[in-house]
């Protein structure tokens, strides 16, 4: 096999990708149970079903119908349990696996109810783990509150 600068330079994109695929486009987190009618809503505005093993990223959405509810393990440890009637938004969730100040956590709660246990990002720097409601915003790492 000889070599080519024009197959080196067509693959470039690709080994580019899988080398920052770990970063760019890890995963906030990994669904551990789903009960009920449960929807995924992308960033990009697509809607399917939330299923166990399923994974949530950065911008989605998480709605549950009456009687429903989901618990979703996130990549630093954290624990989001997902109550009935609730529409919880996942704005910003950043852990590379080590704690280099661009860790952060970010979710919108827009309706509803959700419990949740903070993980490194909260133990870490407080003011990198924020809870966003229609009448507050919260930052309280390493609470336990609903």
């Known amino acids: ?5 024009k197959n080196t330079l067509r693959a ?4 580019l990708l899988a080398v920052y695929a770990g970063t760019v486009f890890a995963a906030a987190g990994n ?3 789903v009960i ?3 929807k995924l809503i992308t960033k990009a505005g697509v809607t399917r079903a939330l299923v166990k093993g399923g994974e949530v990223d950065e911008g989605d959405s998480i709605v549950t119908a009456a009687g429903a509810s989901a618990q979703i393990r996130m990549v630093d440890g954290g624990f989001i349990a997902v109550r009935p009637n609730t529409d919880l938004r996942i ?3 950043h852990y590379t696996g080590r704690n280099d100040g661009k860790e952060s956590a970010i979710l919108s709660l827009l309706k509803g ?8 990002i909260g133990h870490t720097d407080r003011k990198n783990y924020l809870i966003k409601t229609a009448t507050a915003t919260i930052g309280i790492p390493g609470t336990d509150h609903e």
């Open 12 to 15: 470039l994109p690709v080994l």
């Open 1 to 5: 096999m000889q070599f080519s600068w």
């Open 113 to 120: 109810g959700f419990r949740t246990i903070t993980g490194i």
């Open 91 to 93: 704005d910003t969730y």
């Open 36 to 38: 009920g009618d449960v």
């Open 31 to 33: 669904v551990q149970f």
